[in-house]
């Protein structure tokens, strides 16, 4: 049984406060994703430079160097915020920094799941050589999906206050 929701009128803040504190909150969320994509960024990075690389095949290593690129990108899209916030700071355009930033995160994270996606792909191509690779990925993909996607889609949509 669910406990019953309240009617609230929210928070009480001016535009430049809610704007403040939504930024506060996209950083913490972003400091989350850019570490995780910064360090299998760099393990990326150094796989080239190991031994096994070169006895991978073309396919193999062409689903490297898109990983490679949707790593790079997910970097990116991921630190843009930041640089979005220093180019804008000071000229009263908060609101619309957190708006992009806000926008340039979830370009990020699925970014970051297609890199996710396109490493363990490789990895499991490598490692098992079964057609069982596409099932297991297959799998991978619904989870974060249903993790990062349409469980917060779910709730949004579930808990949405009634008018």
Known sequence: MEPARQASEGRRESDEERADRRWGELLQEVRVAQTGVQILFGFLLTVVFTPRFTTL??????VYVVTLCL????????????????LVTGRHLKPEAVTWASRMTIVGIVLLLATVISAF???LRVALHDSAVPWIVAALVAWFLLCWFVLPAWVRHRYAPKE
């Open 57 to 62: 095949g073309p396919s193999d290593k062409a």
């Open 121 to 123: 792909l490789l990895i």
């Open 71 to 86: 790593g790079a990108a997910a970097n990116g899209a991921l630190i843009g915020p930041v640089a979005f916030h220093r």
